[in-house]
């Protein structure tokens, strides 16, 4: 346990400085002018969807876009509203999650899709991931149009839809997997322990329905966590782990309550947790046999829930009396965690507002009443327990390392240019900030140079895209290469890249420069054994203190000179001067 509270402790301490780094304005949600309309857009003249045209007629408001009414068996929708305005470096649209595949469109240009379309409009469940959509600087005040495919009982988007920082968001999801990762670790550790008691004791039965309870409850928390996506990004294989747990737990409550109940409520839970069983195998082998969709199998596992786990609360609250200390705290827990469950369920089909439910304390409390009965019969296997704590405590500080590793990749991300494998805008925003501020304080020259591939649409156009990312990819490498390790070498976007050269004169700087012109000139990329045209550069470089007494204006004044190589008959390098 100690172990598991120093893991939380590191998260938290690294989630506090990452976000103490990256302060920007909070996510704002977008919750406001939402419309919709039934069906789907017919499509227009140059084949877009003809409702992307701001026509008016068709359109009717609703309060978020999910579930409108009259849906009446139809399965397209569509919904509308205007992106707000704000102050964000990498702004990114939040989706809690969509029922069932979408599309979202920007001012009428598709920015993101999720799922796959047919030529009818239609396609099959995904899984139910989170959504970080990336926006372009200039969102604010456009139109935002979503499209649904949905043959669920819910149509729409579902949870939370707000604008944020990405790193804010990847902050948040690790802060809301933190508890669950805890618990569901610590659950998971129990199903072993249990497991083990099983094997040794005689009450192997019971011990067997802890260890199903602890394994299934464990592994959903885990399938559930929203930091899942990140360890692993197909949604679909964590929603059939999830399911499988889910659909689980009542069988190893129900084989739990038979344990310590006897007659005619022993002879119902047992058909009960086997009506389950038979409804687990069942559900699952059609999915994996692919003659139905996942998503379809949870309703149909809710509706037979919400009947059968009152039933057996009923059962378990009858005998109630009869029963020992530790045998009512477990009935008494389970009483405490069902409601959560089913509020759960509540919530997940829209019948209730949307709202975090603590589905992960039920199922603590729920384990910890376990361990209690697991101390209470088994004080005698003390001994064993001591050696296999530290196995369990070594099991946990690697667990610890590991995620703690995954922390530090999550922030490595994002500054990090997929790509090239340059940093990106965002590291040379605070890079830039951070020289300048040196270079002001030691009174030190600092020069910028910005970099940009010449006719690099036509060589797209020319030889395709995958071959300009690897031309894109080998001059980033080329760049790594050729400038110090104290250089600050980014990639803007496209075919920019921009590079801060500290303690540099411009004279030493356009050198450089000069030097890369050269290479780039005699170098031959290749893509696929084929050679490729070769390409050339052009350079605008700025200095401080020559060119200003602000570093923080060299960008622009880097620009310019750029932008003066490029009329000047470009594979050329300008130094910025006041014309």
């Not at 192997?204 to 959903?220: E, N």
């Amino acid at each position: 346990m100690r172990c598991l509270l120093a893991l939380l402790w590191s998260l938290q301490l690294s989630l506090l400085a990452g976000s103490g780094a990256l302060a920007s304005p909070p996510p704002m949600a977008v919750d406001a002018g939402w419309e919709y309309r039934w069906g789907d857009s017919p499509s227009a003249p140059d084949g877009s969807p003809a409702w992307l045209e701001g026509i008016e007629g068709g359109w009717q408001a609703i309060d978020f876009p999910s579930n409108p009414p009259g849906r009446e068996g139809r399965r397209h929708a569509w919904f509308r509203t205007t992106l707000p305005s704000g102050e964000w470096r990498d702004p990114v649209l939040y989706i809690t999650s969509i029922d069932l595949i979408g599309q979202v469109y920007l001012d009428g240009e598709l920015l993101y899709q999720y799922g796959e379309f047919d030529e009818r409009g239609q396609g099959e469940f995904a899984g139910w991931p989170w959504h970080m959509i990336e926006l372009p600087e200039d969102f604010a005040g456009k139109p935002l149009h979503v499209r649904v495919y949905s043959y669920y009982t819910d149509i729409g988007l579902w949870g939370e839809v707000q604008v944020m920082d990405r790193i804010d968001l990847l902050t948040r999801v690790i802060q809301r997997s933190i508890k669950d990762l805890a618990v569901g670790a610590f659950v998971l550790l129990l199903a072993v322990l249990a497991g083990i008691f099983a094997l040794l004791g005689p009450d192997r039965r019971a011990f067997g329905g802890l260890t199903l309870f602890a394994f299934a409850s464990g592994a959903m928390l885990l399938a559930e966590t929203p930091v899942r996506q990140l360890l692993y990004p197909y949604a679909l294989t964590w929603d059939t782990l999830r399911a499988a747990s889910y659909y689980t737990l009542p069988v190893a409550m129900g084989i739990l309550l038979a344990c310590w109940l006897d007659g005619g409520p022993q002879r119902w839970i047992g058909r009960l947790w086997q009506l389950h069983l038979a409804y687990l195998v069942g559900a699952i082998g059609l999915v994996q046999a692919g003659v139905i969709s996942l998503s379809l199998t949870f309703p149909a596992f809710d509706a037979l829930l919400a009947f059968t786990l009152p039933l057996m609360l009923l059962l378990a609250l009858c005998r109630f009396p009869r029963l020992s200390h530790e045998q009512r705290l477990v009935v008494v827990s389970f009483v405490l965690f069902a409601p959560l469950l089913i509020a759960d369920m509540l919530v997940a089909h829209g019948i209730v507002e949307w709202r975090a439910i603590p589905l992960s304390l039920g199922i603590l409390g729920f384990s910890l009443a376990l361990v209690s009965i697991s101390l209470w019969h088994y004080r005698r296997t003390r001994r064993e327990l001591d050696r296999l704590n530290a196995s369990l405590e070594q099991q946990v500080a690697d667990r610890t390392d590991e995620l703690g590793r995954l922390v530090q990749k999550l922030e490595g991300l994002s500054y990090e240019d997929s790509l090239t494998g340059l940093k990106n805008r965002r590291h040379f925003d605070e890079m830039l900030q951070h020289e300048a501020a040196r270079a002001r304080r030691n009174r030190s020259p600092m020069a910028l140079a910005m970099i940009d591939i010449d006719h690099f649409k036509h060589f797209n156009d020319q030889h395709g895209h995958e071959a300009g990312d690897a031309v894109l990819a080998a001059v980033g490498g080329l760049l790594r290469e050729h400038f110090r390790d104290a250089d600050v070498v980014c990639r803007l976007g496209g075919e920019e890249f921009v590079v801060i050269v500290p303690g540099a004169t411009a004279a030493e700087a356009e050198a450089r420069v000069q030097r890369l012109l050269r290479g780039i000139r005699g170098y031959r990329f290749r893509h696929r054994d084929r050679e490729l045209d070769a390409i050339t550069l052009s350079c605008g470089v700025a200095a401080f203190p020559e060119h200003g007494d602000d570093p923080l204006a060299l960008t622009r004044l880097a620009d310019r000179a750029l932008y003066r190589a490029k009329h000047r008959g470009r594979d050329r390098s300008e130094t910025w001067t006041l014309e």
